[in-house]
């Protein structure tokens, strides 16, 4: 028992080393231009583990292409997952970038045009609470009215109405 139990500990060993190497491969590609190659990479991983990666890549290295290669698989995928992934980039890691948050909202207007829900909804109120007001005010309003309509308790569209 004690045998099987330390090969199975060195193969899981084994296995998370290759996924290591992988994800360097993959940055490798990234960094590179070499997307289609990175793509392939990709088809061994979830969504959720690609976005995770990125993001932490990203924050340890600041590598704008990163945002890029988002976008690209998006384009390529028409995978919702990859716009929210392009989001998340510009609105975090990359937010020192200029316009960074203008192309954030850029893209949660698509996220919100292609999955109309209060998620999305809450997620386009993140411009009015940032210092640029990239949402004005009326807007604001509007979005947490509709916000309202579909949750009459919702604390995010109270508070902008309760600052009117």
Not at 11 to 35: A, N
Request: glycine share 4%; proline share 1%.
């Amino acid at each position: 028992m004690l045998y099987s139990n330390n090969i199975k500990s060195i193969s899981d060993r084994i296995e998370k080393v290759g996924r290591i190497i992988l994800l360097e491969q993959l940055l490798s590609f990234i960094k590179s231009g070499k997307y289609d190659d990175a793509t392939k990479i990709c088809s061994m991983y979830t969504l959720n583990q690609l976005k995770d990666f990125l993001l932490k890549a990203a924050y340890d290295t600041s590598d704008f292409s990163l945002y890029s290669f988002a976008q690209y698989m998006f384009i390529e995928t028409d995978k919702i997952e990859w716009l929210e992934t392009a989001l998340s980039l510009v609105i975090g890691p990359f937010c020192f970038v200029d316009g960074a948050y203008s192309i954030g909202l850029f893209h949660a207007r698509q996220l919100l045009a292609r999955d109309y829900s209060i998620q999305n909804l809450e997620q386009l109120l993140f411009f009015h609470d940032i210092p640029e007001k990239l949402i004005n005010r009326d807007e604001a309003l509007e979005i947490a009215d509709r916000i309202l309509k579909f949750d009459s308790s919702n604390q995010l569209a109270l508070k902008i109405i309760r600052n009117r």
